[in-house]
């Protein structure tokens, strides 16, 4: 499953790690910093978010023009530079008035500039890696390993934001408003360590650093030739795929708004019982207990599949310590759990990334075993159950709604105290089922891409993948406009719709994307 993969991908994967960590650290609180700090509302917060994701998202296409004609690894370092300052202007502690509020503006424009600049080239280096014929067969495996390695930087980053802002407003007295800087400090850290694992392991990877990736020790590159009619099929195709991701994106980044606020609003505030370990927070780093009790679950998971997979009895025996250890640990907790613990709205932010490191493998694994019978599913057909399994995870969250007032209702009822709260399951089963929809589609749909773009426009194509992101970013305003006078079911309806649309569109033109895809 890990193995057979060209060096240069872990050295990647690790420094979008770090990367990623910084990311997420931000995005986590940035909707209740909008509100806590400036006072703005939820419309004019998540318009503002929006915004901002959509930019983030649309300058990977200028990014990628660069790339392609300046290099992608120079586009990679320059990226990452800006990016840091965007995220040490976020940091200082400027207040609530006009020049805090610009300030953030051109934070927020450096890290949309930064990682314009970064992510989607970064992403070509290693689609640049399954280039040589060796690695061919390992492109879908390759990315899916590398969307894996850099969730765990984004697993841990909504704990890190909680558990740094909890410490010095318990510590230091620091008010609410102004913990959320320390936070935007942390993601300043994170980039300085993904620049460092950049630039030292290099050499892993410089080869790839090119439109089409050359051998080592071969003396020459060997560009793929294509025909003017093949070079825009390709092309088109492409942008057909674009067209569906848009809205998978504006589905699933209701994580940041409406699914951030319904856990503010409508999810219980306190919960009991072995699911409070994974909702337990901490004021400290070395104490995170919910994310190191959600570690022990994917060493249980990973302990399992080795026990099985591992080709050797000294890995089985690891294995398989592995897992009792993990097992140990957890049911030592299970056991110990008293009381109750305080559940807060970010905390659920550090399950999908979980989700996604606990599941990679198994869904790798399922595949490899069809792939074995000749009936693995092609990328397009990957890409379109995954619009299918996304719809279903917003009927997962109707079901939750059964019976609960419109949001302009529920905050009355917040205020008298009469509120309905739901279990804060409903929450995590969504983020579980969406994640394995995102697992379909995701990594399954860079991978397509860095395999069909015609090689002299890698960059831009890898953009274009970014910038179908952008507008899905844009659109995710829609169902936070909803959120006031609307019931929860046409909130959540309105992401079951996109979905399904989607999904039928893809499978309607699956033949011809399989024909460029061969």
Known sequence: MFEGHPKGLWALALANTGERFGYYTMLAVFLFFLQDNFGFSMGTSSSIQAAFLGVVYFVPLFGGMLADKFGFGKMVTIGILVMFLGYLCLALPLGGGGFALAVMFAALLMVCIGTGLFKGNLQVLVGNLYDEPKYANKRDEGFSIFYMAINIGSMFAAAAALGVMGYVQESYGVSKADSYHFAFAVACVSLIISIAIYYIFRGTFAHADRAKAVAKGATEVVE?????????????????????????????????????????????????????????????????????????????????????????????????????????????????????????????????????????????????????????????????LGMLVAGLAFVVLMVASNGLVTPNEQQVALENGTATLVSPNWLISTYFVLTIAELLLSPIGISFVSKVAPPQYKGMMMGLWFVATAIGNFLIAIPGLLWGGFSLYVVWGVCVGVCLVSAIFIFSILKRLEKVAK
């Open 224 to 384: 793929e030739k294509l025909t003017p009619a093949q070079t825009k099929e390709r092309i088109v195709c492409l942008c057909l795929v674009f067209a569906v991701v848009i809205f998978f994106w504006m589905a699933f980044h209701q994580n940041g708004i409406t699914m951030n606020q319904f856990a503010r609003e409508y999810t219980a505030k306190s919960e009991t019982g072995f699911m409070s370990l994974f909702l337990s927070k901490s004021f400290s780093f070395a104490d995170m207990r919910s994310i190191w009790n959600l570690v022990m679950v994917i060493l249980l998971v990973y302990g399992v599949l080795n026990i099985f997979q591992s080709k050797t009895m000294k890995g089985k025996m690891i294995a398989a310590a592995l897992f009792l250890v993990a097992g140990g640990v957890l049911a030592y907790r299970a056991m110990n759990v008293t009381g109750s613990v305080d559940v807060e709205a970010p905390i659920f932010q550090q399950f999908n990334p979980c989700f996604v490191v606990a599941l990679t493998p198994i869904v790798m694994l399922v595949f490899g075993w069809l792939a074995k019978k000749g009936k693995e599913p092609s990328s397009p057909m990957k890409i379109g």
